[in-house]
């Protein structure tokens, strides 16, 4: 059984002291060799903390009503934050944005845009021949026939060419244009450039964004005006509905940046024979926000093009991709208003490819053709106005002049006039409505309200926290060994193992006696002078 020999160790009061003074001096030389305090315990912390109410809540001090209260108050007060602070979080995550407009922005020399004008009528009547009526019976609904004017039963014709049927059987611009001015000087057709669109053979004024031509004032007058013929006796007759018949006489326009390409179908307002139209034109320039505040597209900032086919990105060319993708993945071929090299796809399958594949796509997020909006963009906002014209006198004055009636001319002519309506743009953007600096003021804010922290009280938690915790992962590691001396006072008290290895009487003992004594007996030396210094050993 484990034998615990006690030695008490009385000294007298004189020698206590500077023994006392000796140790306390070694133990603090002992820790500040060592270098590690122990930590502070919770009530040490919370009265040092700057965290409002913890000192009077978790601090030294006996407990009470008032200690009570004072917790339930710091208790309170940090629910009442956490419950802000959860609702300024949720705020902050839904990325909220406004729109902020900036009028009348000045402009330096604003650029006239580009002006796509396509005639509603595809085909010209009187320059389809028999091949082409043949191959184009899908399209424009007229009955295949032969030369004496009966329908065709076994007739053989050339594979047909899109391209040359388009631009063949097209309405050609010399024979509509009439009159052209841009800035009080003449133009003519050799200042627009063809471009074809789902309308067919369309023409684009100013479309070259090397060589833009600018506007140098702003009003009626200072823009294009032009006087159309739409040659009505040359719409195909309508001898059966299909889904390219149309309806109306007149022409659709798109006013777009030379950067964008015309998606006239979708984007295009119509002008009717017998009417001046006025478009003023309002230059805005827009930008978005990417994510997580909007969906826009930035820019990659690489020198290739971003789409095949076209020197900038626009949601325009990027519909015009997928849709020519979605062509390619059903007919194998393109339309020609699609860019690219395949092959063109034939008239007796054109329609079938334009209308079941075009019509599945989905502009949506969600659909197979997603085209986010540029970050930056330029787009023009328009005013439309229309007077009748021509009236009696300029009438008569129109028909001797181009050789028609009157009532061709009231039928047939248009004038399209448009133009800036100052040369200032409109800037609007799209700002972050609640961003990072603001969401840090009002956590600030309330943070000071109902805890009166701030962030070096945080840190001063989290120091406090890393403290204790590293202080008992130390222990964990290195458990310490067991004292093997515990002083309290006057009196030590020393193991078992600790006298075998100390005790000169335990040494000796072993040595005469060849075995180990449970008893030792006990030694009185009077040490130092008398007058009651001594020293008493029970063992």
Not at 50 to 64: F, Q, S, Y
Not at 149 to 170: C, F, K, Q, S
Request: neutral net charge.
């Amino acid at each position: 059984m484990p034998i615990e020999i006690v030695c008490k160790i009385k000294f007298a009061e004189e020698d206590a002291k500077p023994k006392e003074k000796e140790a306390g001096d070694e133990q603090s030389l002992l820790g500040a060799a060592r270098g590690a305090a122990a930590p502070r315990d919770l009530a040490t912390f919370a009265s040092t903390s700057t965290l409002h109410g913890l000192g009077r809540a978790c601090g030294p001090g006996p407990h009470g009503l008032r200690r009570t209260l004072w917790a339930l108050a710091l208790f309170t007060s940090l629910t009442a934050f956490l419950y802000q602070a959860a609702g300024l979080a949720r705020g902050y995550l839904s990325w909220p944005h406004l729109v902020a407009m900036d009028p009348a922005a000045p402009a330096p020399v604003a650029g006239f845009p580009a002006v796509t004008l396509c005639n509603i009528n595809r085909f010209r009547h009187s320059a389809l021949s028999d091949a082409d009526i043949f191959h184009l019976a899908n399209l424009t609904g007229l009955p295949p026939k032969d030369r004496d004017g009966h329908r065709a039963a076994g007739l053989r014709y050339p594979e047909p060419d899109m391209v040359d049927i388009l631009n063949r059987t097209g309405h050609q611009l010399a024979d509509m244009l009439k009159s052209c001015n841009f800035s009080g000087h003449h133009c003519s057709a050799s200042n627009f450039s063809v471009v074809y669109t789902r309308y067919g053979k369309c023409y684009t004024f100013n479309a070259d964004p090397q060589n833009s031509l600018p506007s140098r004032a702003g009003g009626m007058g200072s823009g294009l005006e032009i006087m159309l013929d739409i040659q009505q006796e040359e719409y195909l007759p309508i001898w059966r509905e299909t889904n390219e018949t149309s309806f109306e006489a007149g022409i659709r326009v798109q006013i777009h940046s030379q950067e964008e390409p015309p998606y006239i179908h979708q984007l295009g307002f119509g002008v009717s024979p017998g009417f001046q139209t006025f478009v003023s034109c309002q230059e805005q320039r827009l930008t978005y926000l990417p994510q997580p505040w909007g969906n826009c597209r930035a820019e990659s900032g690489l020198r290739e093009p971003e789409l095949q086919g076209y020197s900038a990105y626009s949601v325009s060319a990027c519909r015009l991709r997928c849709e020519k993708e979605a062509v390619l993945q059903r007919c194998h071929c393109r339309m020609v208003h699609m860019p690219g090299n395949e092959t063109i796809c034939p008239p007796n399958i054109y329609i079938e490819c334009a209308d079941h594949t075009l019509d599945s796509l989905g502009g949506g997020s969600e659909g197979p053709c997603f085209c986010p909006t540029p970050c930056n963009l330029t787009r023009y906002g328009k005013e439309i106005s229309m007077v009748r014209i021509p009236n009696r006198g300029s009438a008569r004055y129109l028909a001797r002049k181009y050789n028609r009636n009157e009532t061709y001319i009231r039928e047939n002519f248009l004038v399209l006039d448009v133009f800036f309506e100052a040369l200032t743009s409109e800037a609007m953007e799209q700002r972050a409505a609640y961003g990072l600096s603001a969401l840090l003021g009002d956590l600030g804010g309330q943070m000071g309200l109902f805890i009166g922290a701030s962030i070096l009280t945080l840190l001063e938690i989290l120091d406090y926290i890393y403290e204790v915790s590293w202080d008992r992962l130390k222990r964990v590691w290195r458990r310490p060994k067991t004292p093997l001396r515990t002083s309290s006072g006057g009196i030590s008290t020393l193991g078992l193992q600790e006298l075998k290895e100390q005790s000169p009487c335990l040494s000796r003992g072993r040595a005469e006696g060849g075995g180990a004594s449970n008893l030792l007996p006990n030694h009185h030396h009077p040490h130092g002078p008398a007058g009651g210094l001594f020293e008493d050993f029970a063992c």
